[in-house]
């Protein structure tokens, strides 16, 4: 088992910064995906930002390229979301998710993850 755990979430002004953590323990893995996902009341959880092992390729939604930034630091078994430039519609619960192997590419979809945090809220106001 994985255990993952998020921190950096809380209330910010429309315009500000924050910076999201997750850091991964439990189980090790050689090689492994990683990726955060957001999801509000009503709507299915939506991937926001993933990176593959050698941080050779990542993903970000539409909406939030050129404001978010993922990164990960293996020796820390580590992974950050530097968001930039929030906006209301970024209000939601954010999901760290693993996905354990050495895959080609990058995975954005649910179900490719196997391992979940518990998830860490961000709300924007206007």
């Known amino acids: 088992q994985v255990q993952l755990v998020e921190t950096g979430g809380g209330l910010v002004q429309d315009g500000d910064s924050l910076r999201l953590s997750c850091v991964a323990s439990?189980?090790?893995?050689?090689?492994?995906?990683l990726a955060w996902f957001r999801q509000t009341p009503g709507k299915e959880r939506e991937a926001v930002a993933a990176?593959?092992?050698?941080?050779?390729?990542?993903y970000y939604l539409d909406s939030v390229k050129g404001r978010f930034t993922i990164s990960r630091d293996n020796d820390k078994k580590t992974v950050y979301l530097q968001m930039n430039k929030l906006k209301p519609e970024d209000t939601a619960i954010y999901y760290c998710?693993?996905?354990?192997?050495?895959?080609?590419?990058?995975?954005?979809?649910?179900?490719?993850?196997?391992?979940w945090g518990q998830g860490t809220q961000v709300t924007v106001s206007s």
């Open positions: 990176i593959s092992w050698r941080e050779s390729t990542t």
């Open positions: 998710a693993f996905a354990p192997g050495l895959r080609v590419g990058v995975l954005r979809f649910e179900r490719e993850y196997t391992y």
């Open positions: 439990g189980r090790s893995f050689s090689f492994y995906s």
